[in-house]
């Protein structure tokens, strides 16, 4: 069983930054992608962000290219996501999420990921 716990969100003026966090805990060892999603009420999930731990390759949504950056410790087993330059539109509900391996597409397909945080809220105002 693997836990995220994902923490950094609030609520901000567009423009500003925010780092999210993900830590993970417990069997963690087999995963191999990381990946943050977002969902604002009546919106369908997206993912903006992923992550393949073992060789750093990163993935982005074409809506947060430039603007996301995802990364590890990998001695505290977490994942970031930097937000910068904040938009409205970027308003939503964080999740992050854990699958045993990235591939070209993988932030299309969120029911491919087995484990899922609580989630942490960004709120930005215009």
């Known amino acids: 069983q693997v836990q995220l716990v994902e923490s950094g969100g609030g609520s901000v003026q567009a423009g500003g930054s925010l780092r999210l966090s993900c830590a993970a805990s417990?069997?963690?060892?087999?995963?191999?992608?990381m990946a943050w999603f977002r969902q604002a009420p009546g919106k369908e999930r997206e993912g903006v962000a992923a992550?393949?731990?073992?060789?750093?390759?990163?993935y982005y949504s074409d809506s947060v290219k430039g603007r996301f950056t995802i990364s590890q410790d990998n001695a505290k087993n977490t994942v970031y996501l930097q937000i910068d330059r904040l938009k409205v539109e970027d308003s939503a509900m964080y999740y992050c999420?854990?699958?045993?391996?990235?591939?070209?597409?993988?932030?299309?397909?969120?029911?491919?990921?087995?484990?899922w945080g609580q989630g942490t809220q960004v709120t930005v105002a215009s």
């Open positions: 999420a854990a699958r045993y391996t990235c591939y070209s597409g993988v932030l299309r397909y969120s029911a491919d990921f087995a484990y």
């Open positions: 417990g069997d963690i060892y087999w995963r191999d992608c």
């Open positions: 992550l393949a731990l073992g060789g750093d390759r990163t």
